[in-house]
T-cell receptor
Framework: RKEVEQDPGPFNVPEGATVAFNCTYS??????FFWYRQDCRKEPKLLMS???SGNEDGRFTAQLNRASQYISLLIRDSKLSDSATYLC?????????????FGTGTRLKVLA | SAVISQKPSRDICQRGTSLTIQCQVD?????MFWYRQQPGQSLTLIAT?????????ESGFVIDKFPISRPNLTFSTLTVSNMSPEDSSIYLC?????????????FGPGTRLTVL
């Protein structure tokens, strides 16, 4: 079982739709949580970090449930430009250092 | 934000040869990370490179196959040794910066490697 699991999709949604992605992580020692966006043939870029209290950035809302080890990302009013792969990322300490664990990514395609 | 460059951006190599990938950051950073992203897959951490110490390798990756150098706080290299077609992948370096209450990772543009 992968340490960070996501539904790979693809999610095909019409413009203006609301879409939600889920992510689960297995290591309870995980400390920080993020959503990254990766466009085709490009490097990943931070979309938003995820706080226990939940956080919102424009059309994007991220939530964290530590008890269930579950992270979500909600995109409202989808735009064509939202088409990308969304990577769930977890940061945890191990052996005196820390590292980032990436989920497999969820592909989103917003259709005109 | 960090500006990270990688060289080469892409290469096609013969089986059995080695390729060294360079990663240059525009500011000093303590930790640099090397990832591999195989076609259609997510990122897998190869190793963490701290300046002044040996790189820390993840399970499944060994120094003989992926030697790493970290001569200073702005530069690192990853060598893919004795390549086989299974090494065909995108290799990315990254750094992270401490923000007010979280770390943000920045990635280089990647090196697209094809092994024939």
């Amino acid at each position: 079982r992968k340490e960070v699991e996501q539904d790979p999709g693809p999610f095909n949604v019409p413009e203006g739709a609301t879409v939600a992605f889920n992510c689960t992580y297995s290591n309870s020692a995980s400390q920080s949580f993020f959503w990254y966006r990766q466009d085709c043939r490009k490097e990943p870029k931070l979309l938003m970090s995820v706080y226990s209290s939940g956080n919102e950035d424009g059309r994007f809302t991220a939530q964290l449930n530590r008890a269930s080890q579950y992270i979500s990302l909600l995109i409202r009013d989808s735009k064509l430009s939202d088409s990308a792969t969304y990577l769930c990322v977890v940061n945890r300490y191990t052996s005196g250092t820390y590292k980032y664990i990436f989920g497999t990514g969820t592909r989103l395609k917003v259709l005109a | 934000s960090a500006v990270i460059s990688q060289k080469p951006s892409r290469d096609i190599c013969q089986r059995g040869t080695s390729l060294t990938i360079q990663c240059q950051v525009d500011s000093q950073v303590t930790m640099m990370f090397w990832y591999r992203q195989q076609p259609g897959q997510s990122l897998t951490l190869i190793a963490t490179a701290n300046q002044g110490s040996e790189a820390t390798y993840e399970s499944g990756f060994v120094i003989d196959k992926f030697p790493i150098s970290r001569p200073n706080l702005t530069f690192s290299t990853l060598t893919v040794s004795n390549m086989s077609p299974e090494d065909s992948s995108i290799y990315l370096c990254s750094v992270d910066y401490l923000r007010l209450d979280y770390n943000e990772q920045f990635f280089g543009p990647g090196t697209r490697l094809t092994v024939l």
